[in-house]
């Protein structure tokens, strides 16, 4: 099971990527082995030596739905202490966001790939995109030829 954030690599630009564990609860592991959650608007923040996803939708698992349960709820990530402080001084240093990019199982854990990533520019996005177009026509091309 993956989820990716399809929206990461066309909103920044990801330069360096890390693995983490999440906290979650039993509803939620469940909700997200079936493939649901929404990663489009998430982002982590570091608080007091501590990393939090914030902003991850996870709706509730249909079997059964917790009390006061609030699907958007900041969720605890587990990294090393080395690995945050590195994270927060770069982060801090240049400018940079912390993005979640996808979400796996590995065996019954559930992990989050993070990457640190700089925002594009409105003409960086269209500039890819034209990219992107022109690589598609020349690949159709090919193909018609070949």
């Given at each position: 099971m993956q989820i990716l954030n ?53 709706p509730p698992y249909q079997g ?83």
């Amino acid at each position: 099971m993956q989820i990716l954030n399809r929206r990461a690599p066309y909103e920044y630009i990801l330069l360096d990527r890390i693995e983490a564990g999440i906290m979650l609860a039993g509803s939620e592991v469940k909700s997200i082995k079936n493939g649901r959650l929404d990663l489009s608007t998430s982002f982590a923040r570091i608080n007091n030596g501590e990393v939090y996803l914030v902003n991850a939708n996870i709706p509730p698992y249909q079997g059964g739905v917790p009390e006061n349960y609030d699907p958007s709820r900041s969720r605890k990530l587990l990294l090393s202490k080395d690995e945050i402080l590195s994270w927060e001084t770069k982060s801090k240093q240049q400018k940079l966001t912390i993005v979640p990019t996808k979400v796996y199982t590995k065996g019954q854990l559930v992990k989050v790939e993070l990457a640190l990533a700089k925002p594009k520019r409105q003409f960086e996005k269209r500039e890819a995109k034209r990219k992107k177009d022109v690589a598609r026509e020349v690949e159709r091309e090919l193909r018609l030829r070949g």
